[in-house]
């Protein structure tokens, strides 16, 4: 009696909303199961889709001898271009060596990736130079900021709002200086796509200072080919990463590419702490 005397009305309310909650639970716990057959993000799903993030990729040099440095203006218009599409877009920067400048954050991967670039369209080197989703499409040079973001922007636009044939999911573990990319790669079981071999990239990208080095990238490692079936969810770690300037704040970049490593399928960043 003592404990139904203190037994207000707020207090049957709260019961009773309590009671309404775990008869809704226990309905839907059924249809769950169904949601998980029907659900189009289910990668076994006949219709699953992903949205696509594009990843841009720019191969610069930013000595500071440069006069007029057309490698900024790129770099600018791409913070511009950013601002607008992120988070539907990931930039990672390549810095490399000319034939008369020497950049700081040159790197032999960076020049050997660059080559294999340039082979698929028979041209000439220079810089700035910026691919989109590996070789699909290519803007080389800078006359201006303005000018740049319409180039760049041009280019961007086909690849905004299209789907993937994969889903993908990153993480890492931390072990002192090095970092371990740990990667969930799903392929998309729609008829329409066809079966393909697949190289899984890491970048481990530092933001070294807020003007024209916000996305360097200072380390890379990779898969072995890898055969994913349709409907098929498999998990991966990569060869680790290692912070070599741990004063700087990082990220940690994955793509999906061809056995080629010329076609990008899709892409995630997660910041590094």
Do not use: W
Request: charged content about 20%.
């Amino acid at each position: 009696m003592a404990l139904a005397s203190k037994c207000t009305f707020k207090d049957s309310v709260f019961r009773l909303r309590n009671l309404m909650m775990l008869v809704m639970l226990y309905g839907l716990a059924p249809a769950c199961g169904d949601i998980e057959r029907d659900n189009p993000l289910d990668p076994q799903h006949p219709e699953s889709t992903r949205p696509q993030t594009v990843l841009i990729e720019a191969f610069v040099n930013i000595n500071d001898s440069l006069q007029h440095n057309i490698n900024e203006y790129a770099l600018a218009a791409l913070d511009n271009l950013y601002s607008i599409h992120a988070p539907d877009v990931i930039i990672v920067d390549y810095h490399r060596n000319t034939l008369d400048y020497i950049d700081p954050y040159h790197r032999l991967q960076n020049e050997t990736l660059y080559q294999r670039y340039i082979g698929e369209f028979n041209a000439v080197s220079g810089v700035p130079d910026v691919f989109f989703n590996g070789t699909l499409a290519r803007v080389q040079g800078a006359s201006s900021i303005n000018h740049s973001i319409q180039r760049i922007g041009g280019a961007l636009q086909p690849f905004l709002n299209q789907n993937s044939p994969y889903a993908l999911e990153i993480g890492y573990d931390r072990n002192g200086d090095q970092v371990i990319p740990r990667v969930t790669v799903a392929r998309l079981n729609r008829p329409s796509l066809s079966e393909g071999d697949i190289i899984i990239k890491a970048l481990l990208v530092a933001r070294i200072d807020n003007a024209f080095l916000r996305r360097v990238v200072r380390d890379d490692a990779s898969s072995s080919v890898q055969t994913i079936s349709k409907g098929e969810v498999r998990n991966f770690t990569l060869p680790a990463l290692t912070v070599s300037e741990p004063q700087y704040s990082h990220s940690l970049v994955v793509y999906l590419t061809d056995r080629n490593e010329i076609e990008v399928f899709q892409c995630a960043v997660v910041e590094v702490k």
